[in-house]
C-alpha cells in the first residue's frame, strides 16, 4: 500500500496550500495510476519542460497516495521561504557536479527502503530540446535504481508550460490551463541488475528510462519525438545562449 500522509503538520500545511493552488489554475487529466506498485518504495521518474512540473509531479504522486520526496539542487534549501518548504516536505538536497552528489544518491535509497516514493527529474535540468522534448538524463537515476533494484515508474507531464513557460518568470494561471500526466508501466531493468555498475550499464539504464517517458509523452502531445535526444553535452554553446537571456521582471 501507499504510504501513510505524513504526521508532520507542515508538510500537510503545504500540501493543502499547493493542492489548491494546482487546482486554480489547472484541469487536469490524469491517467496510469494502475502502473504503481502496491506495495514498497519506487521510484518516480518525469520529464521537465518548467519550473512549475515540481508542483504538479508532486500533486500527481501525492493525490495517488503516495509521499513524493523530490530532488532538488541544494541552493534552493537555503533560499528564503523556498528553502523551509522543501525542508518541511523532507525532499532531498543534491549537490551538482561535486563528490557530495554521492550523499544525495545515498539519502533517496535510504528513503526508498522506507517506502517514499522518490521522484526524480532524469534529464537533471529543465530541457533544452527546442520542441520540449525529454533530453538525453543524467545517470544519477539508473545508479539508484541498479543499487535499489525497486520499481522505476516512468510519468509523462504536458501543459504546466503554458502557466509558467520554460525559463519564463511571468506567471499565466488565467484561464486555467489543461495539463495532462500519464504513469506507464515500470521499466524493466532487472537484465542489468547484475552487471558491473559502469558507465556502459548506467547509460543503458538511462536510456531505457528516457525512452519509457518519451513514449508516454507521445501519447499525450500526439507526435513524434525526434529520432535522436537533445545531447546537451554536445551543444555546450546552447547552454551559453540561455545564460545571455536577460532577466524578465516579475510582476
Known amino acids: 500500500m501507499p504510504v501513510a500522509r505524513p504526521d508532520s503538520r507542515a508538510f500537510r500545511a503545504i500540501a493543502w496550500l499547493v493542492r489548491h493552488l494546482m487546482f486554480a489554475m489547472t484541469r487536469y487529466e490524469w491517467s496510469g495510476a494502475e502502473n504503481f506498485p502496491k506495495k514498497g518504495g519506487f521510484i518516480a ?67 526508498l527502503g522506507d517506502g517514499a516514493c522518490v521522484a526524480i527529474f532524469p534529464e537533471g535540468t529543465l530541457t533544452r530540446d527546442p520542441d ?19 520499481p522505476v515508474v516512468p510519468i509523462a507531464q504536458w501543459g504546466a508550460h503554458e502557466i509558467l513557460p520554460r525559463y519564463g518568470r511571468m506567471v499565466r494561471p488565467f484561464p486555467r490551463k489543461r495539463v495532462r500526466m500519464v504513469a506507464g508501466p515500470a521499466v524493466d531493468l532487472s537484465d542489468l541488475y547484475d552487471r ?11 536510456s531505457r528510462v528516457m525512452d519509457a517517458i518519451t513514449a508516454q509523452l507521445e501519447t499525450l502531445r500526439g507526435e513524434k519525438a525526434p529520432e535522436h535526444r537533445f545531447d546537451l553535452r554536445r551543444h555546450p554553446e546552447y547552454e551559453a545562449k540561455r545564460r545571455s537571456y536577460p532577466p524578465v521582471e516579475r510582476p
Not at 541544494?74 to 557530495?100: C, H, K, N, Q, Y
Not at 558491473?196 to 538511462?206: F, G, I, K, Q
Open 45 to 111: 521518474a518525469a520529464n521537465h519542460v518548467t519550473e512549475l512540473d515540481a508542483l504538479s509531479f508532486a500533486h500527481y504522486l501525492f493525490d495517488h497516495g503516495y509521499e513524493p520526496r523530490i530532488l532538488a539542487k541544494r541552493s534552493l534549501f537555503t533560499a528564503p521561504g523556498v528553502g523551509w518548504v522543501l525542508r518541511s516536505t523532507r525532499m532531498i538536497p543534491v549537490d551538482r557536479g561535486s563528490a557530495g552528489a554521492g550523499r544525495s544518491l545515498e539519502a533517496a535509497r535510504e528513503q
Open 132 to 150: 520540449m522534448w525529454p533530453m538525453e538524463g543524467k545517470t544519477g537515476l539508473a545508479r539508484i535504481a541498479l543499487t535499489t533494484r525497486l
Open 196 to 206: 558491473p555498475l559502469d558507465s556502459v550499464t548506467l547509460r543503458e539504464a538511462t
